[in-house]
């Protein structure tokens, strides 16, 4: 929970040029001014965005109290896009498709990578076949196994890029991470992301507004200074932007 004095540098940067107390009081009432959920947004837009609660604390002097509240961060799911060839092959066949990269059913149907696939990724091949079969389970029968999906993409996402993601699979991880909160968004099945898939999903929306020359509206970018600060309140922003 982040407290007045901790949250948002890029508020207080922007009111720099008032008194401390003006600072203090003009910041809480802008922090109160944030809508809990981002305004004008079409609600079927919404399985498009993973959507993070930030609880904002802050000190009441006239009441001597401090006072809470939760406003909801929505972080825009951006897809990888694969530059090589044989990358575009893969991805093209699962997007086509609306399916979650499945390693397993990559072996299936590109089977000139079955080898390099079983003898890369032979040492964790067992969360490949456990993610594969809470894939289907999802899909067929039990939506909520996408969950299971969901947080093994997480732990693999720890372990990539590799190699073979590189060079053959492509960025299976984000995009699967991002398939897997659309499909839970549109089931209304609710779900929750480590801090460190958070911040990776945040970092990537930013790099895509830097190539296309854009910068994040105020609420979030607010909230996001605030969740920073809340979830690495020792990181230093650089390195964990390469951690990330």
Not at 126 to 131: D, F, G, V
């Amino acid at each position: 929970m982040a407290s007045y004095e901790g949250i948002s540098n890029t508020l207080l940067r922007s009111l720099s040029g008032s008194a401390p107390q003006t600072v203090y009081t003009e910041s809480i009432k802008r922090l109160k001014a944030i809508p809990e959920h981002p305004e004008n947004l079409v609600e079927t837009d919404r399985d498009n965005y993973y959507i993070e609660p930030v609880t904002i604390e802050y000190y009441v002097p006239k009441n001597s109290r401090f006072a809470a509240e939760v406003k909801y961060l929505y972080i825009p799911l951006i897809d990888p896009v694969p530059v090589k060839e044989n990358l575009r092959r893969i991805f093209s066949y699962f997007q086509e498709k609306d399916l979650p990269i499945d390693v397993m059913e990559v072996m299936n149907v590109f089977p000139e990578y079955l080898m390099d696939i079983m003898i890369y990724y032979q040492p964790r091949l067992n969360l490949y076949e456990n993610m594969s079969m809470q894939f289907h389970s999802g899909m067929k029968e039990n939506p909520a196994s996408i969950k299971k999906a969901l947080y093994l993409n997480e732990v693999l996402r720890k372990m990539e890029p590799s190699m073979l993601s590189l060079d053959i699979i492509g960025d299976y991880v984000n995009y699967n991470i991002n398939w897997c909160v659309r499909f839970l968004n549109r089931n209304r099945i609710e779900h929750t992301l480590e801090d460190g898939t958070v911040a990776n999903l945040i970092l990537r929306y930013r790099l895509q507004l830097q190539q296309e020359g854009k910068e994040p509206d105020e609420r979030f970018q607010i909230l996001t200074d605030i969740f920073m600060e809340q979830a690495f309140p020792q990181s230093d922003e650089d390195m964990l932007m390469d951690d990330l």
